[in-house]
């Protein structure tokens, strides 16, 4: 039987690896975008992944594009929450709209995507919740009270969700990963990059493949007896 996921973000950077290599592993994929229509057309071009346009910040909007994801290919056995937004600032200076927003998409866009899924889960008692969270859900970041406290979020819903799941045959789990070589770290200043290695004991970024790697562990059948856990991917930067 062929399962089919869902990846949100899944058309760029860490979400992108993520909907490739679930694809190549054999499952039918969804990956979801917000904005950015040049970007997943290219994505959706290259790799023959369906690609489907909604924000996770919106429940309505996002009952609605699963509804029709599921009418494409199938009821979602596997959901990865990867979508996620940085609006950084000093706690001093920062605004409602910047609390609001990040806090609306990484946070409340997890129960936005997971929730209209739930009972579906239940019902076929089968079911792979995986959320992108962050190093610095872990540790915490200056500039990133908004930020840190969404992922600090996402750990908290991951933990409370697995118990409630898993008599039902779903696990819920949660990734945080360190510093990724993606697009968005790439395009810092190169002494900036240097700076965040050189807290990093491996001494590298990692790939994005890498955290796509321990998604597919996470949604194999393998991984049936792991639920409630959080796996850090992070290079020995910061243990927990």
Same mark, same amino acid.
């Given at each position: 039987?062929?399962r089919?996921?869902?990846?949100?973000?899944?058309?760029?950077?860490?979400?992108?690896?993520i909907?490739?290599? @679930?694809?190549?592993?054999?499952?039918? #994929?969804?990956?979801?975008?917000?904005?950015?229509?040049?970007?997943?057309?290219?994505?959706?071009?290259?790799?023959?992944?369906?690609v489907?346009?909604?924000?996770? %910040?919106?429940?309505?909007? !996002?009952?609605?594009? @699963?509804s029709?994801?599921?009418?494409?290919?199938?009821?979602?056995?596997?959901?990865?929450?990867?979508?996620?937004?940085?609006r950084? %600032?000093?706690?001093?200076?920062?605004?409602?709209?910047?609390?609001?927003e990040v806090?609306?998409?990484? @946070?409340?866009g997890?129960?936005n995507?997971?929730?209209?899924?739930?009972?579906?889960?239940?019902d076929?008692? $089968?079911?792979?919740?995986?959320?992108?969270s962050?190093?610095?859900? /872990?540790?915490? /970041?200056?500039g /990133?009270?908004?930020y840190?406290?969404?992922?600090?979020?996402?750990?908290?819903?991951?933990?409370?969700?697995?118990q409630?799941?898993?008599?039902?045959?779903?696990?819920v789990? #949660?990734?945080?990963?360190?510093?990724?070589?993606?697009?968005?770290?790439?395009a810092?200043?190169?002494?900036?990059?240097?700076?965040i290695?050189?807290q990093?004991?491996?001494?590298? @970024?990692?790939?994005?493949e890498?955290?796509?790697? !321990?998604?597919? $562990?996470?949604?194999?059948?393998?991984?049936?007896?792991?639920t409630?856990?959080?796996?850090?991917?992070?290079?020995?930067q910061?243990l927990?």
């Open positions: 039987m062929t089919t996921a869902i990846v949100t973000g899944g058309s760029r950077g860490i979400g992108a690896a909907s490739i290599a @679930l694809k190549n592993a054999g499952y039918k #994929v969804a990956a979801n975008y917000a904005g950015n229509d040049e970007a997943a057309a290219k994505f959706s071009q290259e790799t023959g992944i369906p489907y346009k909604w924000s996770v %910040a919106d429940y309505d909007a !996002c009952a609605a594009g @699963l029709k994801v599921e009418a494409d290919l199938g009821p979602i056995d596997i959901l990865v929450n990867n979508a996620g937004i940085t950084d %600032a000093m706690f001093h200076k920062m605004t409602r709209e910047q609390w609001n806090i609306g998409t990484n @946070l409340n997890v129960f995507m997971t929730h209209p899924l739930w009972s579906g889960m239940r076929r008692r $089968f079911g792979r919740v995986i959320t992108i962050s190093i610095n859900g /872990q540790k915490g /970041q200056a /990133q009270a908004n840190s406290a969404s992922k600090a979020g996402d750990i908290g819903f991951t933990k409370a969700l697995a409630e799941g898993a008599r039902a045959g779903i696990t789990n #949660v990734i945080c990963p360190g510093y990724i070589g993606t697009d968005m770290v790439m810092v200043p190169e002494k900036v990059r240097e700076a290695v050189a990093i004991p491996v001494g590298r @970024l990692g790939e994005p890498e955290v796509a790697r !321990c998604v597919l $562990f996470l949604a194999s059948d393998e991984a049936g007896f792991i409630g856990s959080t796996i850090t991917a992070n290079g020995g910061y927990s």
